[in-house]
């Protein structure tokens, strides 16, 4: 089946510092990729939409200039938390999806920010 | 306020018991999905439903799509501790967008 791999798996950084997580299609070019954020025990909660060569869509509440979202090709998106502060703590996951085809996900990056 | 309302939230059962997870919401989706998800991993696709009033059977697992393609149900029958973990129902509206449900965490005790 296809494959989505997302790195880094886990990261640590210091409070005001840049963390950029990416998302790799493996074997197949995703037309749209999605970026969720979770906390522990709860659903995952759509961030933002992203088409390759197009500005991500971000959803009410999601800050665009906190989150940035590049998807500059058919295999590759990639999530940078600006900046980032304790609250940004959380699990971030991403999947890919091909025309209108079932979602694959990667494994997740857990953030911890101190 | 969540598109995919789903309920229970938390649910905790003994081994050997019956349960149902509702998924509802006030849009129409194509398709709806659920999902099976253990702590730190990315969610695992159980099924998909297609068609109104469908219904998929996955050995223990029932699940049903609404006539008018608004609301879902996951029944299992005889639960066991390997059923842990967080259930999610998930569609796309239209759009190209995806979204989650609440999610249900389930907790069977041996």
Not at chain 1, 23 to 35: E, K
Not at chain 1, 81 to 93: G, K, L
Not at chain 2, 22 to 32: D, E, G, I, P
Not at chain 2, 39 to 60: F, M
Request: aromatic share 10%.
């Amino acid at each position: 089946g296809a494959v989505v791999s997302q790195h880094p798996s886990w990261v640590i950084c210091k409070s005001g510092t840049s963390v950029k997580i990416e998302c790799r299609s493996l074997d197949f070019q995703a037309t749209t990729m999605f970026w969720y954020r979770q906390f522990p025990k709860q659903s995952l909660m759509l961030m933002a939409t992203s088409n390759e060569g197009s500005k991500a869509t971000y959803e009410q509440g999601v800050e665009k200039d906190k989150f940035l979202i590049n998807h500059a090709s058919l295999t590759l998106s990639t999530l940078t938390v600006t900046s980032a502060h304790p609250e940004d703590s959380s699990f971030y996951i991403c999947s890919a999806r091909r025309g209108f085809e079932k979602l694959f996900f990667g494994s997740g990056t857990q953030l911890s920010v101190l | 306020t969540q598109l995919l309302e789903q309920s229970p939230q938390f649910l905790s059962i003994q081994e050997g018991e019956n349960l149902t997870v509702y998924c509802n919401s006030s849009s129409v989706f194509s398709s709806l999905q659920w999902y099976r998800q253990e702590p730190g991993e990315g969610p695992v696709l159980l099924v998909t439903v297609v068609t109104g009033g469908e219904v998929k059977k996955l050995k223990r697992l029932t699940f049903q799509f609404g006539d008018a393609r608004k609301d879902s149900s996951l029944h299992i029958t005889a639960a066991q501790p390997g059923d842990t973990g967080l259930y999610l129902c998930a569609g796309d509206p239209g759009g190209n967008q995806f979204y989650f449900g609440t999610g249900t965490s389930l907790t069977v005790i041996p």
